[in-house]
């Protein structure tokens, strides 16, 4: 059995499975991994189903220390994991003799770790589930995040422990939505709104929902009896100021939802920081569809890198057609997704993906590139030849 | 955006108790019960909620019955809108015809330390705290739906005589058996949740056990009473050896 002692928490550190689902006619919320994809990625680098609990780290990771030898998997943010002085990467498990120091250093990207033992973490379930619900107080270690002492304990003994070479989260900027269900309620302007303007994920943002900053979205006014507000849905209060709900989130909400982020993107949306910048793409319910199938796909093998070259002399662009930011190295991104702007004379193009990936190397940006230089480098399971498709942007 | 329009709304094809159906992104389907805040639509809400749920329809992942809407949640992963909709439309409805609604008798001590909030809201509502107390016992009010917090019964409607605003600024931390009014609602707080209502008075009774199945007692559609207590018996209630459950008023 793996075991683990605590001793420092780090910001908030939690057990959490994929959440408590089916009690929310009861008022209890369903939480969970904010990131299932980086914990479905953690439980099967140790041979786990997918929705076993794990332990969920939050920007600043924990130091533990190992009380009895066994293999853990890391997945998700890199959080500068070191293991008696060795880096540790996240896509990995490794096997930890007894008396190894476990530590987290500075954040590089992504927001939610996760931390894998061999058969989940043993806790009792409460309702089906062993998330920690800390606003209930029930689930986990005592219904609330790990302090300094506590233990953790695995279930079983591992009979395998493996490497990914993939990306185990799904970094990026760009979450896609589809219409929300009172947009009827807003003003014709605001979808519109939404999808042409950059927001910032404010730092009062937490596991309910993150707020948005950036200028107001026409509001609706009126008042409406709270109803049941799903998980993605996009509030808008009457300041005009978005709420992204997340895991964490009551059942009941007032405010109208003017969109709602698709599942395949909650990870995208669980791996966002504060002060990190996000902008809105709108797809139907079949663009939605295959968006899922696609992001839940785990590739096996090695990832292929690609180079794209620029098709024609010219500038790349650093802000898309409306003047947002666009994605950049480290991001993930999808099929059809705009991945770059590139001026030449007299036109202007928007390159767009062509297969899903993570882009490596972008640009350099503002500066005249001959036909054929290298304008990005992304990797991933890249079958077509292009890479890429033009469109006149 | 015509075409968006119509692919966030679907309408029905026979008849059902619903009046609209709405998609919810890929994570639900909202139901529309018309939008009447009466008991009539409400009893509705539930009547589908409860078929819903007893159906286990794999896929469905989880259901939040509110005052005229109903969200069905189910995981795109396993299963489509398209396919969410045709199995609502033929969804057996008949076995759960609507139960027999419960009263159920809320033992409750009022102001003090219980009921920090009585004086104030008082004052606001240009009432004695005991005239607060009296019309506050004085009606039986119909749960409408359970949400907010793990068993927070969200009832009503009180008498406009006492209707408050919100607090301007919620607590961080309501003890557990709260009983609480907000706007034409009144409510019990299971247990330790931030709050934005007033609090005027306190039940030692146990509202949601996570031991237990189901873990609260009442269901949406039924009563609550509540009858001012001395302090001596809230005592005595809050001291029993095993937690007190809520009883049923036997008339």
Redesign the interface.
């Known amino acids: 059995m793996t075991a683990v002692r605590v001793a420092r928490p780090g910001l908030l550190t939690s057990v959490q499975d994929t959440g408590r689902?089916?009690?929310?006619?009861?008022?209890?919320?369903?939480g969970g991994a904010q990131d299932e994809w980086a914990l479905a990625w953690a439980n099967r680098l140790v041979g786990n189903c997918d929705d076993q609990a794990a332990v969920e780290m939050t920007a600043i990771g924990p130091e533990l220390e190992v009380l009895e030898e066994g293999p853990l998997a890391l997945a998700g943010a890199e959080l500068s994991a070191v293991v008696d002085g060795h880096a540790w990467p996240s896509g990995t498990a490794r096997f930890m003799e007894a008396g190894a120091r476990i530590r987290f250093g500075t954040r590089r990207s992504g927001f939610r770790a996760y931390l894998a033992f061999p058969g989940g973490i043993d806790v009792p379930a409460?309702?089906g589930s062993r998330s920690t619900d800390w606003?209930?107080?029930?689930g986990g270690l005592g219904g609330r995040p790990l302090a300094a002492g506590d233990c953790l304990r695995s279930t079983t003994h591992a009979a395998t422990q493996t490497s990914t070479r993939w990306p185990t989260m799904r970094a990026g900027h760009v979450l896609r939505?589809?219409?929300g269900?009172r947009?009827d309620r807003f003003p014709a302007s605001s979808?519109a709104q939404l999808l042409t303007r950059e927001f910032t994920v404010s730092a009062d943002s937490n596991g309910i929902g993150l707020r948005l900053t950036g200028e107001p979205i026409a509001s609706p006014r009126g008042d409406w009896?709270?109803?049941?507000?799903?998980?993605?849905?996009i509030e808008c209060p009457p300041s005009g100021h978005l709420l992204l709900l997340m895991k964490g989130r009551?059942?009941?909400g007032g405010y109208p939802?003017l969109?709602?982020?698709?599942?395949a993107d909650w990870p995208v949306m669980a791996q966002l920081a504060p002060g990190d910048w996000v902008v809105f793409e709108?797809v139907?319910?079949e663009e939605?569809?295959t968006a899922?199938?696609e992001a839940?796909q785990f590739p096996a093998g090695e990832p292929t890198s690609k180079r794209l070259a620029m098709p024609y002399a010219g500038w790349m662009m650093d802000r898309d057609r409306y003047g947002r930011r666009l994605p950049g190295a480290g991001d993930s991104v999808w099929r059809g997704q705009c991945v770059a702007r590139i001026a030449s004379t007299g036109q202007v193009f928007d390159v767009v993906a062509s297969g899903a990936g993570v882009l490596e190397r972008v640009g350099p940006l503002g500066q005249w590139l001959g036909k054929g230089e290298t304008m990005m480098t992304m990797k991933g399971a890249l079958t077509n030849d292009g890479g890429f498709e033009l469109r006149h942007g | 955006?015509p075409k968006?329009?119509h692919?966030?709304t679907m309408h029905k094809e026979i008849a059902r108790p619903w009046t609209a159906v709405?998609?919810?992104?890929?994570?639900?389907l909202?139901l529309q019960f018309g939008t009447d805040?009466g008991e009539d639509s409400n009893d509705r809400v539930h009547q589908v909620?409860e078929a819903v749920?007893d159906a286990q329809f794999a896929g469905v992942?989880?259901?939040?019955?509110?005052?005229?809407?109903?969200?069905v949640?189910y995981d795109?992963?396993r299963l489509?809108?398209e396919q969410l909709l045709e199995w609502l439309q033929v969804l057996p409805m008949g076995r759960s015809r609507p139960r027999s609604a419960r009263t159920w008798d809320v033992p409750v001590l009022y102001g003090g330390n219980a009921g920090p909030d009585l004086e104030v809201a008082a004052s606001q509502l240009g009432l004695r705290p005991d005239e607060v107390v009296s019309l506050h016992g004085a009606q039986i009010y119909r749960i409408y739906?359970?949400?907010?917090?793990?068993?927070?019964p969200?009832a009503g409607l009180l008498t406009p005589a006492l209707r408050l605003p919100r607090r301007a600024i919620p607590r961080t931390r309501v003890y557990p058996g709260a009983v609480a009014i907000a706007g034409a609602q009144t409510g019990i707080y299971p247990?330790?949740?931030?709050g934005g209502w007033h609090l005027i008075g306190r039940t030692p009774v146990v509202l949601?056990d996570?031991q237990d199945t189901?873990?609260?007692l009442y269901r949406p559609g039924d009563r609550l009473r509540f009858r001012a207590v001395s302090e001596e018996e809230y005592h005595a209630l809050k001291a029993s050896t095993s937690p007190v459950r809520l009883c049923e008023v036997r008339e």
């Open positions: 689902w089916g009690y929310e006619h009861w008022g209890v919320m369903v409460v309702l606003a209930s107080e029930i939505v589809m219409p269900v947009r979808y009896p709270s109803e049941g507000m799903a998980i993605g849905s009551g059942s009941l939802p969109a709602h982020v698709i599942r709108s139907d319910a939605a569809q899922l199938a839940w | 955006m968006r329009q692919q966030s709405h998609r919810v992104g890929d994570a639900g909202l805040l909620a749920l992942v989880g259901v939040v019955p509110a005052f005229t809407t109903l969200l949640e795109a992963r489509t809108a739906c359970i949400g907010f917090a793990p068993g927070f969200l247990l330790a949740t931030p949601f996570w189901p873990p609260c």
